[in-house]
């Protein structure tokens, strides 16, 4: 396993907080210009995997939300799963 593949491995492990961090300094890097070519592409693969692993732990959150279910009173009358469609 590269070097690169390792570190991307990390990432599936990786809270939302850190994940998100390390990519706004990615971007931020990039954003510069001051990166080698070499290093360029090797950030951009980083931050290609940081940005699905938020993503997908978005997904997860957004999937447990519930909703409150109004009965036909108006008055709550329980909790619903979110509807992620």
């Known amino acids: 396993?590269?070097?690169?593949?390792?570190s991307i491995g990390d990432v599936?492990?990786?809270?939302?907080e850190k994940a998100m961090a390390e990519l706004e300094r990615i971007v931020g890097d990039l954003e510069k210009g001051a990166v080698s070519l070499d290093d360029s592409v090797r950030l951009y693969a980083r931050g290609k995997a940081l940005q699905e692993r938020c993503e997908k732990l978005l997904a997860?959150?957004?999937a447990r939300v519930?909703?409150?279910?109004?009965?036909?009173n108006g008055a709550?009358?329980?909790v619903a799963p979110f509807d992620v469609t």
Do not use: H, L, V
């Open 1 to 6: 396993m590269t070097q690169t593949e390792q």
């Open 12 to 16: 599936s492990t990786m809270p939302f």
């Open 60 to 62: 997860e959150a957004e």
């Open 66 to 72: 519930e909703k409150i279910t109004i009965g036909e």
């Open 76 to 78: 709550p009358k329980g």
